[in-house]
């Protein structure tokens, strides 16, 4: 038994951590032009978040001077690699460009290198534009590079190019990858009118904030927040802990939902031709359902009142209804949005992991309770075990 509660404990930790980590994931997620915060002093009039390699462009460009600042945004393939953005003014691929590099130089310290790109093998050189105030940074698993152009008069629309690498040899970026996102990683800037045509667009991003906040808050922390209450509460040491690991999980997830929920009416009134009436649906049911749970919380009779059995069901039947609903929509949701199959297929391993923990937990605690009552039957001073208000060893899972 003892091993059987240090494995049960041990699980809920690591859930523990999960659910607490998970939203600061979620927020890296949805990172891009909305939420990137690049300090006081790097203030850009527009940015462009790009279709590929997660990365973003902020810039300012000063027409009077053909003066162009740029922040270039993205995660390396590895911490020890390298992201560059570039501007080609005489092709749309690679060779040709004039290319800003960022990566950790021989001194340790993140530093911006020029590259005149002619083919994979980078010598350091000088490049067609004049640059000024170049710098990096690393932090937060994105690299920066900032650094300003002085462009042709009238480069108002640029190719531009940009790539992220894994590695870097003897001061040398190494070979990027060759898998889609790197070779399609170029489009066309338009420095005046603020767009970028390669980019996919705000609604796409939008969409995939959307995705990203109602996985993660009803497709993952109400799932957890649930294992908590129902199997933590075994446990008279864990007695009131469940209860506000229970309580933080759904408010966390609750107020991340409320917020995915409402991008989602928001996309909805955008999306005038086409409409998800299943998905849309069950999403309002979804906040119905959850906000009545949240205010029901405060209605809720001291635990021997005798309505407090029927406040239980209640609760158990909206709670279990809600999650269920909840990664019901997640699965409409992702096939409405079709993302890359990476992401399907992460959200059917997290789901099918917490499915597999709520599993061993529910044997473990049959184990626990079952052993816990030949314990009690036999030794005359079990019974002072349900005194306490503490679950009744006769009704095990009445969670
Ligand atoms: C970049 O390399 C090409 C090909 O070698 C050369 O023609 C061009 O002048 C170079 N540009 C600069 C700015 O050095």
């Not at 917020?259 to 009416?265: F, H």
């Not at 909840?326 to 096939?335: M, R, S």
Request: with cysteine; charged share 15%; glycine share 10%.
């Amino acid at each position: 038994m003892a091993s059987a509660s240090a494995a049960l404990l041990l699980l809920s930790a690591a859930i523990a951590a999960f659910c607490f980590l998970s939203p600061a994931a979620a927020a890296a997620a949805a990172q891009g032009c909305a939420s990137q915060n690049l300090g006081s002093n790097r203030v850009f009039a527009a940015c462009s978040d790009l279709p590929q390699l997660s990365s973003s462009i902020h810039w300012t460009y000063d027409r009077a001077a053909a003066a162009l600042s740029i922040a270039f945004v993205a995660p390396p393939a590895t911490a020890e690699g390298w992201v560059a953005w570039a501007i080609n003014p005489t092709e749309t691929g690679m060779v040709g460009s004039q290319a800003l590099v960022a990566f950790r130089q021989a001194d340790g310290k993140m530093g911006v290198k020029t590259y005149n790109i002619t083919g994979y093998a980078l010598k350091e050189s000088k490049i067609a534009f004049e640059t000024s105030d170049l710098a990096a940074d690393y932090a937060g698993g994105v690299m920066k590079i900032f650094g300003t152009l002085k462009l042709g008069k009238e480069m108002t629309v640029v190719n531009e190019v940009w790539q992220v690498g894994g590695s870097v040899t003897n001061g040398v970026p190494d070979k990027h990858a060759f898998v889609a996102e790197n070779l399609g990683s170029k489009g066309q800037l338009d420095l005046v009118r603020g767009v970028s045509s390669g980019s996919g667009g705000s609604v796409t991003k939008e969409r995939n904030i959307h995705g990203v906040l109602n996985a993660v808050s009803w497709g993952i922390l109400l799932p957890i927040g649930a294992i908590f209450a129902r199997y933590l509460k075994t446990f008279k040491s864990a007695d009131p802990a469940w209860f506000y690991l229970h309580l933080s999980c759904q408010l966390t997830g609750y107020t991340v939902g409320v917020a995915g929920w409402a991008t989602g009416l928001n996309l909805g009134s955008k999306s005038k031709g086409v409409q998800y009436t299943t998905h849309r649906n069950i999403g309002i049911t979804l906040f119905s359902l959850a906000t009545l749970q949240v205010f029901a919380l405060f209605l809720r009779p001291s635990k021997d009142h005798k309505i407090r059995f029927y406040w239980n069901i209640y609760h158990h039947l909206v709670g279990y209804t809600v999650i269920v609903l909840g990664v019901i929509n997640v699965f409409k949701g992702l096939t409405i949005l079709s993302p890359d199959q990476k992401w399907t297929t992460a959200y059917i391993t997290v789901i099918s992991i917490l499915g597999g923990i709520a599993l061993l937990l529910e044997a473990l605690t049959w184990i626990i309770v079952l052993r816990r009552k030949t314990h009690n039957s036999t030794k005359p001073y079990g019974g002072s075990n349900s005194t306490n208000g503490h679950r009744d060893v006769q009704q095990p899972l009445s969670v």
